[in-house]
């Protein structure tokens, strides 16, 4: 069972209107086969409005469901690959962040120093 | 495992952790939206504070990624990394320059002290340099900010005094860094420096398809 598949199972014992794949299927307007299909890929491709009708029945956000389906189309291993991929690169913008934020006090000091450099070339001349 | 452990309990353990994977992966996502709009914002803000220190306007940004890349004992540069204004690609044209100023036969010849202004990147994460000349009077003024393991460039045309005063206090706060002893050192980055042989004359230009560019030769 992939992700859609299990979302979309707990959704239709909770969801009011909705309790079947086939409630569900015509809510997609969709054949029931077809809905099967969706379900099965996890390479599955959609329509726009098929997506919107989904996320509104699974109550999830369009962030969340489009994780959902990209990371459906990961292998385990895919996934742990991606995961390595995205703690490195916020290991790094926590560091840039860091710096960033130093550079601009610094920025600010080296102001006040030309300044202070400034003011005084005045007061010689 | 058990081996009577039953399947669909195994089932839905592997699932909860796909799904707690994929929770965390786009919760991730979204972490990353936000800090590159934070980053850019905030380099942003470098470069305007960089204008109010030599209060000109920017001719270029380099962004270097990797600062202490080197290929072949030359310095790596990319004209992909390389954001010329307008203004500067106008004022290169009438000075019959290169845009890029590592094509400029001044380059190298006059910047003996690179392998120091690396060191003060690493050791206080900011440096200074005017050691090259546009014209008699003005300087092409550097100002390198470390940004993780990256350094951002904003180059000016300014004045070869306003150059020498900024330069000035540059190292002013540098010093002062070192006697507060509030530095960010990152040691990886001195000892790699260490470890770096780069001839001064050369420049890996990756955007030339891998033909190293040398004092003197053609563009």
């Keep these: ?125 | 495992m058990h081996e009577n452990y039953p399947k669909n309990r195994m089932l839905s353990q592997s699932l909860i952790g796909r799904e707690t994977n994929q929770r965390w992966l786009m919760n991730a996502k979204r972490a990353d939206r936000k800090s590159r709009s934070i980053i850019d914002s905030q380099t942003a803000e470098i470069i305007i504070q960089s204008e109010r220190i030599t209060q000109a306007p920017t001719a270029y940004l380099y962004i270097n990624r990797d600062y202490l890349q080197s290929h072949a004992g030359a310095l790596v540069m990319d004209m992909k990394n390389f954001d010329p204004y307008p203004s500067w690609r106008r004022r290169c044209t009438e000075l019959g320059r290169h845009v890029a100023p590592w094509h400029w036969p001044e380059w190298g010849h006059t910047d003996h002290q690179w392998e120091r202004k690396l060191m003060d990147i690493a050791t206080y994460g900011f440096a200074a340099s005017d050691a090259i000349d546009v014209t008699e009077v003005n300087s092409l003024l550097r100002l390198w900010w470390r940004t993780g393991a990256g350094v951002l460039t904003v180059a000016f045309e300014v004045p070869k005094r306003t150059a020498q005063e900024v330069c000035g206090s540059f190292a002013n706060i540098a010093a002062s860094r070192v006697q507060t002893n509030s530095q960010d050192v990152s040691a990886d980055q001195l000892m790699k420096i260490d470890d770096l042989d780069i001839e001064l004359d050369k420049v890996w230009d990756e955007s030339l398809h891998g033909t190293t560019w040398k004092e003197g030769s053609e563009d």
Excluded at chain 1, 18 to 33: D, G, K, P, R
Excluded at chain 1, 34 to 63: E, V
Excluded at chain 1, 71 to 89: F, G, H, I, V
Excluded at chain 1, 108 to 115: N, P, T, V
């Design chain 1, 1 to 125: 069972m992939n992700g859609l598949q299990h979302k979309v199972k707990r959704q239709l014992g909770r969801h009011r209107r909705i309790t079947s794949q086939v409630e569900l299927a015509q809510y997609l307007e969709m054949s029931t086969s077809s809905l099967s299909r969706l379900l099965n890929n996890p390479n599955r491709q959609m329509r726009q409005t098929t997506f919107d009708k989904l996320q509104s029945f699974l109550g999830i956000s369009n962030g969340e469901l489009d994780a959902l389906l990209e990371t459906d189309a990961l292998s385990d291993e895919e996934l742990r690959e991606k995961q390595t991929e995205l703690e490195e690169r916020m290991r790094n913008q926590s560091w840039m962040l860091r710096d960033l934020a130093q550079r601009l006090t610094d920025a600010e000091d080296i102001i006040e120093d030309l300044r202070s450099v400034r003011l005084g070339a005045k007061k010689d001349a």
